[in-house]
């Protein structure tokens, strides 16, 4: 079962399951014969859900809002507690639940905790999600109230597929929000939500929105995808820490702080499929991107290739550094290149590129394709990625224009770990030479 949870410290529009009022408090109902929208309740004058009880019986809608008075007679104003619990026929679908308390609420789906926030705060709105097969679902509630204002209310709706976009929500916290437990602040629990067109960002040493800080945050990333029946290898880079679900299954997961690192994931999937990805930056450059590609034997599929083309336009190449460093072209390879101005040292916002090639194991030789302009550096510096290592070559990008340029044989595993990488530090005098990113070609050997 695949669970988010998301924090927003701001009173919501709660739209959810609509109800009639409660019944008297001494009406004695079965619950298996309760309409939907009532509740088994349980009040306790302790914060503990613990004891005897003081009041047992049935709830209407869960939405109290009692101020600084009891919930009912025989139980406190203060220092209670109370659990709800009741059975819904649901749809197949991912569902979210929003809860505002004062205090402590805890939220569980099937005996799943999907919220959890047991603590004292003032009213607060949290949403959990949660996707759940087609059938009957047990809820259960849990909330404490110890002084002043005393607030619980919860409501859910089915959310729709995502179509096209990433549905994303951005955390100022590295831990996807569960970090924000006191004593931190609400500016330190703040949560954005927004839609994202595709995961393909580098950041580097900024803040990916106005809201959010350079460092230390976190984002979740997640949509409906549909898939013709096959196999498809999932390509994920990311600096800090990354995880990919697809279909519900943990398929990468570095939750780690590390350089700049790429890693795949092969599976077989066919129709709607759920993917959800998780990033963290905990300092220094951040990226994030996520790119797929169907790998098994289509009806036109030849099989493994003899040579392998990625250009600067294909999703094998990753970019990076300062946006506007890049300058493009329409010459070159495909008749599309891009450029850059050289640094003569590596310094905060310097570009970079990788061309990832989608390869089956084995020996390749390396060729890079030189345009014949925006080719003036003699020192540009290939870094090849394979199965023994790294190599560099250096290339003389002014010499050679119009051509493919070897790099060398190397052995390569299949893997995201094989790639060829470009900076535009040449050590040459700041900003003297421009450097081509152009097409790389991988050539069986």
Known sequence: MLRKITMMLAVAVLVGVSGTPARAASESVPAEILPQMYWDVTYWNNITLSGDPAYTGVDGMLLHDWGTRAPRDGVNADYFSARWTQAVDLEAGTYSFTV???????????DDLIIDQWYDHPPTTFVGETTLSAGRHRLRVEYYERTGLATAILNWGRLPPAQGAWRAVYYADPRLGEGCMPPVTSTDCRAIVRDDPAIDFFWGYGAPMVEMPADRFSVRWSRMVEFAPG???FIVNADDGVRLWVDNRLVIDHWIDQAFTSYVATVTISGQTPITMEYYENGGIAAASLKWRRIDGLPDDPGPLPEVIVDETDPGFVRG???SGWG????????????????????PGYNWAR???ELTPGRYEVFVHIPDRYTTTSQARYWISHQDGYALRRINQSANGGRWISLGTYRFQGSGSDYVSLADVTFESHTTTLIGYDAVKWSRR
């Open 321 to 323: 550094g300062s946006a």
């Open 328 to 347: 493009a072209a329409a010459e070159g390879y495909g008749g599309h290149l891009t450029w850059t101005r050289n640094h003569a040292f590596v310094t």
């Open 231 to 233: 196999t498809y290898r």
């Open 100 to 110: 505002t308390s004062d205090d402590g609420i805890r939220v569980y789906v099937d």
């Open 355 to 357: 061309w990832y090639p």
